[in-house]
């Protein structure tokens, strides 16, 4: 196509908006222009050198979708799911101690439910950001398999509220992620 017949589209069927209301019962759409985003007040802290920054936290539905940060190497967490969960590497790498594969800048990673792993963010990788969508929870176990937390959509948000709230954006702030 050429430059000028990029400015004026065909006139067919396939430039025609839905010229109908969407459903009413319809959650309003999320954009977010800055996925990472450079106000640092925006990451939620996790534990020292780790943060998630919520993208969608779907309280209807039990699910939720992040960035996570890590800016040093170390264990994060051990858990199980009892649902899936979707991975896609954004920067750096990261990998779990149950496993002989590494998830690189670019990977996707499908992890199971019921699959218990410990995640690691290795020495010489600097920052790593991967973007999750996480079902369910998340149940925080020992070695053993003993629950010693978890993490679900509800836990997130007051997550975010009180940390929201600490740092000048407001409590409020959390509610443009919630459907």
């Known amino acids: ?3 000028s017949d990029a400015s004026h589209p065909p006139l067919n069927g396939k430039w025609v908006p839905y010229r109908h209301p969407q459903p009413k019962e319809s959650p309003p759409e999320l954009v977010i222009p800055n996925a990472i985003p450079t106000d640092e007040r925006i990451w939620v802290p ?3 050198n780790v943060w998630f920054r919520p993208l969608l936290l779907a309280a209807s539905r039990g699910y939720w979708m992040n960035l996570l940060r890590v800016r040093k190497s170390g264990v994060l967490s051990r858990h199980r799911h009892p649902q899936p969960v979707h991975a896609f590497v954004l920067k750096g790498e990261w990998r779990y ?3 002989d594969w590494i998830a690189t800048e ?3 990673a499908y992890e199971a439910p019921g699959e218990t792993h410990t995640l690691v963010v290795d020495p010489h990788v600097e920052e790593m950001i991967t973007l999750f ?3 369910g929870a998340m149940i925080y176990v020992d070695p053993d398999g003993k ?3 978890f993490d679900d959509v509800f836990t997130r948000i007051d997550k975010c509220r009180a940390h929201y709230s600490q740092n ?3 409590g409020d702030y959390i509610e443009q992620f919630i459907r």
């Open 168 to 170: 000048g954006l407001g």
């Open 106 to 108: 670019g990977s996707y």
């Open 147 to 149: 629950v010693v937390g």
């Open 1 to 3: 196509m050429s430059q």
């Open 97 to 99: 101690l149950e496993h």
């Open 133 to 135: 969508q996480v079902n």
């Open 46 to 48: 996790v534990e020292e």
